[in-house]
């Protein structure tokens, strides 16, 4: 359809890892440091990719401090800085968060994660997953009223302020928001600006849409209405056959190597999702890989969308179809695939209303 993508957003990922090698990353000296991330951030600028979710976690670096540094770094860049209510009082994040936006110009994006972490690390107790949905309920409500109102005052079972106003109000960033569970989509439908999806097939995130959705309508959202986006890996070479042949190779090294599963992750209900397409095939859609996940993949690199680029983008349309138009792309070597991926699929997302190529036919 003309004019479909003028609302899309394509962002990448930067993986901000003190551990080397992040998801088959090339391991160099100062992976982590501030001149390489800066170098990534620059390359999505150069590319014409939007921003960048920057991962979040007690094992990383303060994410926050790192897109903080990468938005004076750059200038059109955009953060897409994963946060957790359990790490950050709601006002104080309201407040840093509000005042970046502002000195950035408005780049600043918020993916507010929920799922377990280290929680005890970093003197987090609220362990039972309906609970830390409540409390992310809570989160969302006070962050929001104090970038959109003067002296709030709010009371709640997890977080409370009085007649608090933030010193810089007005344009304030979009709330990213994930989780699969009942409780998940509860929140997400009632607070969220963007609900992101893993890597599932078609059908599953329309069955999704379609509830949170209702789900919304449901419990009286009055919000705008909430967007979707997807998380994925994203494996393009020049050819399919080309594509194929490194995705198998990849899965069989992991498989080798025995990659570790992580408890956080297999206890979140979206891994479950994901881990249990790979009893529905190798293959789902027409390139939705699902071998990943059987060797250790977890989160986006659970399933990878594999192809050439005009195999991709056509993939990726079909989720833009169902009424996704927030994507997370990336794959690994981060620099070279987002300067790979910025020159060969960036352009025929963009492409709005152009004819598809068929097709391609490859076996694995």
Partial sequence: MAGEDAASEYLWYIPNEVRPGHRGDDVVEGHNSLDTLTAQALAVEAHGWGGALIGAGWARPDTFTVATALAARTTTFRPLIAIRPGYWHPARFAAAAATLDHLSGGRVLANVVSGRDSLAEYGDAEADTGRRYDRTREFLQVVRRLWTQERVTYRGEFFSVEQSTLAV?????????????????????AEADVQLFWGEPLDGVRERIERLRALGARHGRDLPPLEFGLRITTLVRDTAAEAWAEAEARVARMGAAGVARDANWDAATGQERLRALAARGDVLDECLFTAPGRVGGAGAGTTWLVGSAADVARALRRYRELGVTHFVLSDTPYLAEVERQGRGLLPLLRAAGTAEPPAASVSV
């Fill in 169 to 189: 109000r007005g344009r304030h960033p979009r709330l990213y928001f994930g989780g699969a569970s009942e409780a998940a989509e509860r929140v997400a439908a």
